[in-house]
């Protein structure tokens, strides 16, 4: 008999998808499991697959590899019969891989700021991807301050500056990345340290005496 559509993907989650794989799978509705049914996945980044990778195999789930960071792709499989037929695809399915967390290369505290210098580190040139600098106080339980932007002129990820911060305290420095869809990459955390003291505001002379000046 000929082969049967595959079901429709699983939906994905967030655990499926990674910087440069995604995890996909379908059950296998009525063809049958023993002997099993063999099944090619093709993975585009084209949505009319005019250009696809395909990949053969004997499972209802596949985690491709070597993808690129922040790219739509699309998806769609097929079963083939035992006399060597196709089924039909059945329904694609699209989503975006994860951002890469970026690099920086340096940054710098000033009195109530933090500047840091972000490298792409293998993100598309194009706008599509959202850098963020995250400050906190508390090993990242909680975010206390933040700042976020594109990729700027040339296409290189941008220089932020978290402002707000005070004088003299000690903050942890976190760098992350949001793909198109605003699904994050994972934390690089870049320093552990400390504002700059405060310079002190100018002299009052209050009084003086025989051995000592008050001010």
């Known amino acids: ?6 079901p429709s993907f ?18 296998g509705g009525i063809n049958p499991l023993t002997p099993p049914t063999s099944y090619q996945l093709q993975i585009s980044t084209d949505i009319n697959f005019g250009v696809f990778i395909a990949s053969e195999t004997f499972l209802t789930n596949v985690s491709t590899v070597a993808l690129s960071p922040n790219t739509s792709y699309y998806f769609k499989v097929r079963a083939y ?6 089924s039909a695809f059945n329904t694609a ?7 890469a967390s970026p690099g920086f290369t340096g940054f710098q505290m000033f ?14 040139v194009s706008s599509t991807t959202t850098y ?3 400050v906190s106080t508390d090993g990242f339980t909680t975010i206390a301050f933040s700042s976020q932007g594109v990729n700027g002129s040339g296409a290189a990820a941008p220089t932020l500056t978290v402002l707000g911060l005070q004088a003299n305290s000690t903050y942890q420095i976190g760098i992350d990345a949001l793909n198109f869809v605003n699904l994050a990459s994972s934390r690089t955390v870049a320093a552990s340290t400390s ?7 100018a002299i009052s002379f209050i009084g003086i005496s025989g051995t000592s000046i008050t001010v």
């Open 1 to 6: 008999t000929l082969a049967a559509i595959p």
């Open 10 to 27: 699983a939906i994905l989650t967030s655990s499926d998808v990674g910087i440069s794989s995604v995890a996909v799978s379908w059950a």
């Open 81 to 86: 019969g035992r006399g060597g037929d196709t």
């Open 93 to 99: 399915i699209a989503t975006f891989t994860r951002s």
């Open 111 to 124: 009195t109530t700021s933090v500047t840091v210098f972000l490298v792409n580190n293998g993100n598309p």
């Open 132 to 134: 963020r600098v995250q």
């Open 195 to 201: 504002t700059l003291a405060a310079t002190p505001g």
